[in-house]
């Protein structure tokens, strides 16, 4: 299936009448109200009633929304329509209770991977409520499925170099530069990028994309790009493997969060920076005891080959932290233990500036993109500390793994203004609306939200 926006001036034939539970009917037509009756058709949240016409014809339909003050309410409902909806074109009769979001949630819920498998047909198209701006919802939907389509893209043809393809092709539409160091010629300013890369035949790499006016502010992010995570040395077990081609939804996520900054034009000086490698297993793999000197000089005993994202986003953040960024921020795939913690759709998000950490929360939580925020306790910072360098990559105990690894990190940053890292999970473990099974998109929304409030006009 596919879920369309109609140009303003078209005014389809079909109607869709919003229904709250207990609300009056008066303004629904005659035999939608008997369809109601005959069907004992209850409007929860998100059912959808098509409502047949004479002679065999579609009249309409109608969309439950639930109870008015339904505080459980999901935005996104209005993703079923594309699902539950013959082909058509249709317009909304009646208030939805968060347009805006209700036709994010309708773009997104249509979503589909299919690169490898012939593409539905239907196409549910629907006019534009009034007051929902048409390019922005779209700019925001472009953004979520460039996310998800580098998620879902198999390893097999999403490695280091298909990574830098897509920042290329993204720099190109958008007339931003983007320069990468390759393979051996990142031994020597990113040790920590080259050892955990060095491993695959597949050339690490970094990708530096840059784009905006240099007077403006800076706001860089940096993405997680590990295009496959074995552990290494460390390995995984088959079923922790499984989905690790998503270990480089920090950077998918980059990406489509750049497409939704740079196609909106927002004020700021963009930089995306990208450690693309592959965690893989040779005989060039780092080893458990190895000490690397990183960028910043940091020295950095390997703890566990496993906890490789920390390393690579080390170097890049140290990279990034040179220019003094007005905002830096980090997405990345990091830690199983951020999952045990607050479970698949609530990243957690890590920062000493408490202004930033309280708006991107209660962003978060109007853009229907919720993230929580968990401490940058300092006391932990002994556990992951080293005897024979200045830091271990892996935490001791077990215990708090995602606020050791957001320590690590916070190491390599010190002259930004505000630094932020968002431990997600880039994945859908089951299908809910608006959000297919498979690679996601984490916060973005949440953060595009954010600057746009902070730097749009
Ligand atoms: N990419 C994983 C983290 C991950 C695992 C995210 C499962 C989502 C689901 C990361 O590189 C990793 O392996 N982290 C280890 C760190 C540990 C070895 C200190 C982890 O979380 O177990
Ligand atoms: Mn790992
Ligand atoms: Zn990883």
């Known amino acids: 299936m596919q879920s369309l926006l109609l140009p303003p001036d078209f005014s389809p034939s079909l109607p869709v009448w919003v229904l709250a539970k207990g609300q009056e009917q008066g303004h629904l037509p005659e035999t939608a109200r008997a369809w109601i009756a005959a069907t004992g058709f209850e409007p929860s949240?998100?059912?959808?009633?098509?409502?047949?016409?004479?002679?065999?014809?579609?009249?309409?339909?109608?969309?439950?929304?639930?109870?008015?003050?339904?505080?459980?309410?999901?935005?996104?409902?209005?993703a079923n329509l594309a699902r539950d909806l013959p082909a058509g074109d249709y317009r909304f009769e009646g208030a939805l209770p968060d347009a805006r979001l209700a036709i994010v949630g309708f773009l997104l819920g249509s979503y589909r991977f299919d690169r490898y498998?012939?593409?539905?047909?239907?196409?549910?198209?629907?006019?534009?409520?009034?007051?929902?701006?048409?390019?922005?919802?779209?700019?925001?939907?472009?953004?979520?499925?460039?996310?998800?389509?580098?998620?879902?893209?198999?390893s097999n043809d999403m490695g280091p170099e298909e990574l830098e393809s897509a920042a290329q092709e993204l720099a190109g539409r958008h007339e931003a530069r983007c320069s990468v160091v390759r393979g051996e010629e990142l031994a020597r300013d990113f040790p920590l990028i080259h050892a955990v890369g060095v491993s695959s035949p597949r050339a690490p790499r970094l990708l530096d994309l840059t784009w905006g006016n240099e007077s403006h502010p800076r706001v860089t992010i940096v993405g997680k790009g590990v295009c496959f995570d074995t552990g290494g040395l460390d390995i995984k077990p088959s079923s922790a493997m499984l989905i690790m081609k998503k270990d480089m939804g920090g950077a998918a996520n980059a990406l489509g969060l750049a497409h939704m900054l740079m196609d909106a034009d927002l004020p700021i000086r963009l930089r995306v920076l990208i450690p693309a490698v592959e965690n893989a297993v040779s005989g060039r793999s780092f080893r458990p005891g190895d000490v690397f000197r990183s960028r910043k000089g940091i020295t950095v005993e390997i703890g566990n080959t496993d906890a490789e994202g920390r390393l690579v986003l080390a170097d890049a953040l140290a990279l990034a932290d040179e220019e003094e960024p007005d905002l830096l921020i980090d997405l990345a795939t990091l830690t199983g233990a951020a999952r045990v913690a607050l479970g698949p759709e609530v990243p957690p998000v890590f920062s000493d500036d408490d202004a930033f950490a309280d708006d991107i929360v209660r962003t978060g939580l109007a853009e229907n993109d919720p993230v929580w925020r968990l401490p940058l306790w300092r006391n932990y910072e002994k556990m992951i500390a080293s005897k024979v360098a200045d830091v271990n990559n892996a935490g001791t105990g077990g215990h708090a793994g995602s606020i050791t690894a957001a320590l690590f990190l916070r190491k390599f940053v010190e002259k930004a203004k505000t630094y932020a890292h968002f431990d997600i999970f880039a994945w859908t473990p089951s299908a809910r609306p608006g959000r297919p099974e498979g690679g996601e998109a984490h916060a973005i929304r949440a953060i595009y939200a954010y600057l746009k409030a902070r730097h749009g006009s």
């Open 45 to 78: 949240a998100g059912r959808v009633l098509a409502v047949p016409g004479p002679g065999g014809t579609l009249l309409g339909a109608v969309f439950g929304v639930g109870a008015e003050d339904a505080k459980s309410r999901d935005p996104f409902l209005a």
């Open 117 to 154: 498998r012939k593409p539905e047909i239907k196409t549910v198209k629907f006019a534009v409520p009034s007051g929902v701006d048409v390019a922005e919802v779209v700019r925001i939907a472009e953004g979520v499925r460039l996310a998800r389509d580098l998620v879902n893209t198999p």
